[in-house]
């Protein structure tokens, strides 16, 4: 699987997901810079690391959804390519439009920063079918800007069709149905405040992350 | 010529950012205060002639989320 992570400056999550991605499939991800126009060819997976991409001026991730290689990413996602965001990822996924919904401010003001359980809620997506549905992970998370929020006709929607890929076990940041990860439409685009990338191997004390990288390259490869 | 954006929350988005500003105004012992909301305001310097609808653009393009924020404008001299 031929992989690529977008780094915005101020980015920090971008060098662990990359070994993440390296671990998983066997070879390095080309780490391709925001100002970049063209994703190397032949990409089959994009991942948006988590991070302050421009110092969160504006709103989380506004900045980065307008530079010039996100829209070659949106070009990409329209093809199908899966592409995975990750905290800063999934607020900059938001801000394209290529998910619906915003994140905002945790409605209990704190930066929130420890491992959190998730239930997977769908197992059929292309990213989650390393797990079972239903199932309790604990992943990390770290974040000040988490709160999913959408109106209820779209949390509807999201919810009859399977879009929400996974949620918190408890109320973590006042996210609407305490949703922490959700599909597009077609399903080749996940974002989530959780941090997979942290959880991979038996040093970060879980490895419950690393199913979705294996899981993606069962469904992709 | 100049352009004022206003940008705000809608009516009914969560606002913890103006929580806490209350918090601190009651802290210091102002009383009598109802709500606070926080915004933005983004001073734009454009070109002689821009068009309203240039400026409503922007909002959408970039200034405002319309998902939880709405804008006005309000031009100057």
């Given at each position: 699987?031929?992989?690529?992570?977008?780094?915005?400056?101020?980015?920090?999550?971008?060098?662990?997901?990359?070994?993440?991605?390296?671990?998983v499939?066997?070879?390095?991800?080309?780490?391709?810079?925001?100002?970049?126009?063209?994703?190397?060819?032949?990409?089959?997976?994009?991942?948006?690391?988590?991070?302050?991409?421009?110092?969160?001026?504006?709103?989380?991730?506004?900045?980065?959804?307008?530079?010039?290689?996100?829209?070659?990413?949106?070009?990409?996602?329209?093809?199908?390519?899966?592409?995975l965001?990750?905290?800063?990822?999934?607020?900059?996924?938001?801000?394209?439009?290529?998910?619906?919904?915003?994140?905002?401010?945790?409605?209990?003001?704190?930066?929130?920063?420890?491992p959190v359980e998730l239930t997977v809620e769908n197992s059929q997506t292309l990213f989650t079918s390393g797990y079972e549905a239903g199932e309790t992970i604990r992943i990390?998370?770290?974040?000040?800007?988490?709160?999913?929020?959408?109106?209820?006709?779209?949390?509807?929607?999201?919810e009859?069709d399977g879009r929400v890929a996974f949620r918190y076990a408890e109320?973590?940041?006042?996210?609407?149905?305490r949703i922490a990860g959700i599909v597009?439409?077609?399903g080749?685009?996940l974002?989530m405040?959780p941090?997979p990338?942290?959880a991979i191997?038996?040093?970060?004390?879980r490895t419950d992350g690393r199913r979705l990288f294996e899981g993606l390259l069962e469904t992709v490869? | 010529?100049?352009?004022?954006?206003?940008?705000?929350?809608?009516?009914?988005?969560?606002?913890?950012?103006?929580?806490?500003?209350?918090?601190?105004?009651?802290?210091?012992?102002?009383?009598?205060?109802?709500?606070?909301?926080?915004?933005?305001?983004?001073?734009?310097?454009?070109?002689?002639?821009?068009?309203?609808?240039?400026?409503?653009?922007?909002?959408?393009?970039?200034?405002?989320?319309?998902?939880?924020?709405?804008?006005?404008?309000?031009?100057?001299?």
């Amino acid at each position: 699987m031929k992989t690529a992570v977008i780094v915005f400056p101020g980015s920090n999550c971008d060098r662990d997901l990359a070994v993440a991605l390296e671990q998983v499939t066997g070879r390095a991800p080309a780490m391709v810079w925001h100002r970049d126009t063209e994703l190397p060819d032949g990409t089959d997976f994009i991942g948006i690391p988590g991070g302050f991409s421009y110092g969160d001026y504006l709103r989380s991730g506004a900045m980065a959804a307008r530079s010039p290689i996100v829209r070659a990413v949106i070009d990409a996602a329209s093809r199908g390519v899966p592409v995975l965001g990750v905290c800063n990822g999934f607020q900059v996924l938001t801000e394209t439009g290529l998910l619906p919904g915003a994140l905002m401010r945790n409605a209990g003001i704190s930066f929130v920063s420890r491992p959190v359980e998730l239930t997977v809620e769908n197992s059929q997506t292309l990213f989650t079918s390393g797990y079972e549905a239903g199932e309790t992970i604990r992943i990390p998370l770290a974040h000040h800007d988490g709160n999913y929020q959408a109106d209820e006709a779209t949390l509807d929607r999201l919810e009859q069709d399977g879009r929400v890929a996974f949620r918190y076990a408890e109320e973590v940041n006042g996210s609407a149905r305490r949703i922490a990860g959700i599909v597009n439409d077609a399903g080749n685009v996940l974002g989530m405040m959780p941090h997979p990338e942290r959880a991979i191997e038996p040093a970060h004390g879980r490895t419950d992350g690393r199913r979705l990288f294996e899981g993606l390259l069962e469904t992709v490869a | 010529m100049k352009a004022h954006v206003f940008i705000t929350l809608k009516p009914g988005v969560l606002d913890p950012q103006g929580k806490a500003i209350h918090h601190a105004l009651e802290g210091l012992g102002f009383s009598g205060v109802n709500d606070v909301r926080a915004g933005k305001l983004i001073e734009l310097d454009l070109a002689d002639g821009t068009k309203d609808s240039d400026i409503e653009d922007m909002c959408r393009k970039l200034l405002a989320n319309t998902v939880i924020e709405n804008f006005r404008i309000e031009r100057g001299a």
